[in-house]
C-alpha cells in the first residue's frame, strides 16, 4: 500500500443473506486521515458494509482492499488485519468481571505479545485520551452507558490501528451521552485518525465527515462531501435527510 492508496477500498461488492441482497455493488473508498459517514434507512446495508470492512461478514463478491490485506481473500490473516482495524459497536461489548484497565490490556497482551507493564501504560494513556484516567480501576456497571462507550473506544486505540470503524456507537444513548462520545470521536479526527462511521447523527455528519455516502436499497446511492446533506440531488436523500432519519 502507498502513501496515497485508499486506507480502505470497497470494489462492485456484493453480499446476500439467503434470498435477501443486502449489498448490490457497493463501492467506495476512504484516504488516509479522512473520515466517511455511511447513512441511510435501516435495512440499506451500512452496517453490513461496515462489518465486511474488519470481515466480521464475508462478501458474495467484488473486492475489499483495507491497510494493505485483500480482505476477502481466503487466506487472509485475520490476526493481522484487525491489528490494524478498530470497530467499536453500539453495544459496548466490555467483559463485567474485568476492570477498565484489564479490559484495555487483554489484547495488546494476547495478540500484540506486549509486555504488561507496557500494556498498562498504553491503557492509562489511551483512558486519559477519552477522558476517563481516573477509571482505570473500575468495573464497567460502575460506568455510565457514555463512560462505558469511551472506554470501548479507549480499548481500540490501545491496539493502534490504523483505521477505526464505528457501527451507530451512540444510538443507545441519551442526548448528553452522545455528547461526550461525539467529542471524543471529534478529537480522533483532529487528530488525523482514519474513520469509517454509520450514524444517525446528521448534525455530527456534517461537522465531521469529509465524505458522505448513502446507502439505499444496497446501493451507493449519492456521494460527496457533506454539503450533499444540504442540497441532496436524489429524492431518496432529500426525504431521508428530511425526515431526520
Request: aromatic residues 4%; charged residues 20%; hydrophobic residues 45%.
Amino acid at each position: 500500500m502507498t502513501q496515497d492508496s485508499p486506507v480502505v477500498s470497497l470494489r462492485d461488492v456484493h453480499k446476500s443473506f439467503g434470498s435477501l441482497k443486502v449489498l448490490d455493488g457497493v463501492d467506495f473508498s476512504v484516504a488516509r486521515g479522512d473520515v466517511l459517514v455511511l447513512i441511510g434507512r435501516s435495512g440499506s446495508g451500512k452496517s453490513t458494509a461496515l462489518r465486511c470492512i474488519d470481515r466480521f461478514e464475508t462478501i458474495d463478491s467484488g473486492e475489499i482492499h483495507v491497510c494493505g490485506h485483500r480482505v476477502d481473500a481466503p487466506d487472509i490473516d485475520l490476526r493481522a488485519l484487525r491489528q490494524d482495524v478498530g470497530i467499536v459497536f453500539q453495544s459496548y461489548n466490555l467483559f463485567p468481571h474485568l476492570t477498565i484497565e484489564q479490559n484495555i490490556t487483554l489484547a495488546p497482551v494476547s495478540v500484540k505479545r506486549m509486555a504488561k507493564a507496557e500494556a498498562r501504560e498504553r491503557a492509562q494513556a489511551v483512558l486519559a485520551q477519552v477522558g476517563l484516567a481516573e477509571k482505570l480501576h473500575a468495573y464497567p456497571e460502575q460506568l455510565s452507558g457514555g463512560q462505558q462507550q469511551r472506554a470501548a473506544i479507549a480499548r481500540s486505540l490501545a491496539m493502534q490501528p490504523k483505521v477505526m470503524l464505528f457501527d451507530e456507537v451512540t444510538s443507545a444513548l441519551d442526548p448528553e451521552l452522545t455528547g461526550e462520545v461525539l467529542k471524543v470521536i471529534e478529537a480522533l479526527a483532529a487528530d488525523g485518525m482514519t474513520m469509517v462511521m454509520v450514524t444517525h447523527e446528521m448534525g455530527f455528519a456534517r461537522g465531521i465527515a469529509d465524505k458522505v455516502v448513502f446507502m439505499h436499497a444496497g446501493k451507493v446511492h449519492e456521494t460527496g462531501t457533506a454539503s450533499i446533506l444540504a442540497a441532496p440531488a436524489t429524492p431518496e436523500l432529500a426525504q431521508f435527510v428530511g425526515t431526520g432519519f
